[in-house]
């Protein structure tokens, strides 16, 4: 076929399975937008309100799906407005292929109108990226993306096309994809002596982050658990790999995470790490973290061995490869003193909030019951993200989508959209704070214009209430910037962009509310109106040893 270079774009797009991408047309890229005109019927154009929200739902996608989510802009603002985005995938993992156009050729590098040097921006936040300046490397150049972006540890590639090469031909040649593969490059040395760690523990104790939900590894992590008999905590970006049931579950672990986690991890002699990183969110002082255990990480990217806690012992590969092998040659394992010790620890340190007045703990546990566990939750970033993270009670990978890397506020929204334009058998909720919603609310515009049944759930205390608990805390009550006590009516703008509104002011009013937004099967906003002061606990001070995990309990004995 003797195509244009905006034909082979999309026909690139239709070879890689693609069947949704979220952008926003303007100059540079029209070629492109002109030609998915001709092929609406096959790969499903969302426009989004802001090209951040198109990067953001491109994520959702991904995450939701565990395909590579695309993104589409102009060059200039059109361009560096994605940026966010691309960052907040890098940050998580996220497999994306972000497709911009820039200024034709003879213009490059001469402050022509729109044009920015898209590339050498956002490469410290892609896994790699491509200026095309040639028709016929085109085609290639787009397979290399997908396949980098989705391969190893995944990541974001932008492809940056000049407009010259977009309304250039050649000849076009339709390839089948290749297979992912995943390659280990452990040892059987280190394969061995990571079992005979296993075989030795007494206090076993795992530790699962985004690289579980990343892998598909849940069965293997499952069955891991069951035969080495151990307690499993989890991070931010690993929930739902361990069924949120599941007894040996102990929650969250790091600054927000329980006690239980955060205790028993302090107390375990040997950690299994599995596709975590080690953020200092999770372990405070590093110096001070699981001083008692020896460490077994095991993950695809080199790079994280002994980058943040030394590692004991280590495997690098995929973990569902690896995982199966260590399933398969692990004799069962026998912890039921440590195991009691765990329950013990569950029994004394719960998750508490206070029940007389509507609070998102409340909020959160009430959705999860509606839904039964089986809903799509998105989140914006701050307190609600924690309590979502802390009171849903997840039982399967890809469904708690939240920005943990980068934390951005904004996120949740966008995401949310593309969640449920690649999960439309799920009920997809975004869970934001006031401050959060502000930041990108137009995207409502975008699930009204296409009808997509989101719910967003706006948790308004009128303050910028993570942020404001820090300065309660540590900087002696002094609310600089935190208040948003306006005249802002967020039910009223949801309307306004086409959507319902149902405000919330009682806890009897909830579940009614969801199940009504449930029912309706459009964009609705929920609104739950809570007190400015609630915090999420437990806490660990920023740098604090995780032992250090304080709630409103010890925090009432300090002051006493």
């Not at 905590?233 to 672990?253: E, P, Q």
């Amino acid at each position: 076929m003797f195509l244009t270079g905006a034909e082979i774009v999309v026909e690139c797009l239709k070879e890689q399975g693609v069947d949704t991408v979220f952008g926003y047309p303007g100059g540079t890229i029209l070629n492109v937008y002109d030609a998915l005109y001709q092929h609406s019927n096959e790969i499903n154009h969302i426009l989004t309100s802001h090209e951040q929200g198109a990067a953001h739902a491109a994520d959702g996608y991904a995450r939701a799906t565990g395909k590579v989510g695309v993104c589409l802009a102009t060059s200039g603002p059109g361009a560096t407005n994605l940026v966010t985005g691309i960052a907040t995938a890098y940050m998580d993992s996220v497999p994306m292929v972000a497709i911009t156009c820039n200024v034709v050729l003879p213009s490059l590098g001469k402050d022509s109108f729109q044009e920015v040097d898209i590339a050498g921006i956002t490469m410290p936040i892609t896994k790699h990226n491509y200026i095309v300046k040639d028709v016929s490397i085109l085609a290639d150049t787009l397979r290399k993306a997908f396949a980098i972006a989705g391969s190893g540890r995944p990541g974001p590639v932008l492809v940056d096309i000049t407009k010259d090469v977009t309304s250039n031909r050649c000849d076009f040649e339709a390839k089948k994809p290749e297979a992912v593969k995943q390659m280990s490059s452990y040892t059987e040395e280190a394969f061995k002596e990571a079992l005979d760690l296993l075989r030795n523990a007494k206090r076993p104790f795992v530790y699962v982050g985004g690289g579980a939900v990343i892998s598909g590894a849940y069965k293997e992590v499952r069955e891991f658990a069951e035969k080495m008999d151990t307690p499993v905590c989890d991070t931010l970006m690993g929930k739902g790999v361990i069924d949120g049931h599941n007894t040996r579950y102990t929650g969250m672990i790091g600054m927000h995470g329980t006690k239980i986690s955060n205790f028993g991890v302090s107390e375990c002699d040997v950690l299994i790490a599995m596709g975590a990183r080690f953020s200092d969110r999770v372990v405070g002082n590093p110096n001070k973290f699981a001083e008692n255990a020896k460490v077994l990480q095991i993950d695809i990217d080199a790079a994280e061995i002994n980058k943040n806690i030394r590692t004991d012992v280590s495997l690098v590969g995929d973990l569902k490869e690896v995982l199966a092998r260590i399933n398969k040659e692990l004799e069962q394992q026998e912890h039921t003193e440590w195991m009691k010790h765990i329950a013990d620890l569950q029994e004394k340190y719960p998750l508490n909030y206070d029940h007389s007045v509507l609070s998102c703990p409340y909020v959160i546990e009430e959705i999860d019951r509606v839904t039964k566990g089986d809903a799509v939750i998105t989140t914006d970033v701050g307190q609600h993200q924690m309590w979502a993270a802390q009171y849903y009670k997840y039982s399967m990978p890809r469904t708690l989508l939240t920005s943990g890397g980068l934390g951005t506020m904004g996120y949740g929204l966008g995401a949310c959209i593309g969640a449920k334009m690649g999960r439309q058998d799920k009920i997809c909720i975004n869970i934001a704070g006031d401050g959060c919603f502000r930041m990108n609310m137009n995207e409502l515009a975008t699930a009204s214009r296409y009808h997509i049944p989101i719910i967003q759930v706006v948790i308004n205390n009128h303050v910028l209430g993570m942020v404001r608990q820090w300065q309660t805390l540590f900087y002696g009550k002094r609310y600089s910037q935190t208040v948003l006590q306006d005249s802002v009516d967020f039910c009223k703008v949801a309307e306004g962009l086409g959507c319902e509104a149902i405000r919330v002011t009682k806890k009897e009013d909830v579940a009614p509310a969801v199940e009504k937004a449930i029912a309706l099967h459009k964009p609705v906003l929920i609104e739950c109106i809570i007190p400015e002061d609630d915090k999420v606990f437990p806490m660990v001070p920023a740098g604090a040893p995780i032992t250090e995990a304080f709630d409103a309990l010890d925090l009432k004995k300090a002051e006493q």
